[in-house]
């Protein structure tokens, strides 16, 4: 089975560009995460999905970071513009519907620089 | 708002030593302790996890401990392995979807 997926691995960008991060949970896991790494720092929490719908977007940064979930399946993170603070490691999990939140599946990853 | 810290950030040992990390949460709610192990080039995957009635968990080479007057919780190995060399995380959870992280211990296992 295969495992949670996050495209790109890398991206690199320039400040107030635009980068559209992707995530595909593995198949059947309704419950959805974003997460972000800043510099060695502690992994924060961004949103949950549940399906299609946002249940938890309080730890979304500001208004230029917009994630989708379009028909409960992959789901994108945009940042637009990006920030020089918006670098850092973006994760993507997902886990079944009634397990315990922590027991979900991470990603790689996607490495964001903005330079 | 809710934190966990984490001590070392980095830690070193020679092959077959313990090592040690330890974390403080402040969210009296937390009843569940889960650790993660990042090797390179993957995301975070859950290792253990200990409950918070529970003082002690064993899984083979590793323990966690859990002191909840204190607020404390560590990760032990023991016969550390080359192959134990990884990014380890350590978080509570108090229910609902959001897990508390703490900031990571890079560990190094020389051989």
């Known amino acids: 089975e295969a495992g949670v997926t996050q495209f790109p691995s890398h991206s690199v960008i320039e400040k107030g560009q635009t980068v559209t991060l992707r995530c595909d949970p593995i198949?059947?896991?309704?419950?959805l995460y974003w997460y972000r790494r800043v510099m060695g720092k502690e992994i924060k929490f961004l949103l949950h999905?549940?399906?299609?719908?946002?249940?938890?977007e309080s730890g979304m940064p500001n208004n230029r970071f917009l994630a989708e979930r379009t028909g409960g399946t992959y789901s994108t993170l945009k940042v637009q513009p990006a920030e020089l603070e918006d670098s850092g490691v973006y994760f993507c999990?997902?886990?079944?519907?009634?397990?315990?939140?922590?027991?979900?599946?991470f990603g790689p990853g996607t490495r964001l620089t903005v330079t | 708002g809710e934190n966990v810290e984490q001590h070392p950030s980095t830690l070193s040992v020679q092959e077959g030593d313990s090592a040690v990390i330890k974390c403080t949460y402040s969210d009296s709610a937390s009843n569940y302790f889960p650790w993660y192990k990042q090797e390179l080039g993957k995301g975070p995957q859950l290792i253990i996890d200990?409950?918070?009635?529970?003082g002690e968990k064993k899984d083979q080479r590793i323990a966690v401990t859990l002191n909840k007057t204190a607020k404390h919780f560590s990760l032990h190995i023991t016969e550390t392995q080359p192959e134990d060399s990884a990014v380890y995380f350590c978080?509570?959870?108090?229910?609902?979807?959001?897990?508390?992280f703490g900031a990571g211990t890079r560990l190094f296992v020389k051989a």
């Open positions: 978080a509570a959870w108090a229910g609902g979807f959001k897990t508390i």
């Open positions: 999905f549940v399906k299609e719908s946002k249940q938890d």
């Open positions: 198949s059947g896991h309704d419950n």
């Open positions: 200990i409950r918070s009635n529970v």
């Open positions: 999990a997902s886990s079944l519907s009634g397990t315990i939140a922590y027991e979900q599946y």
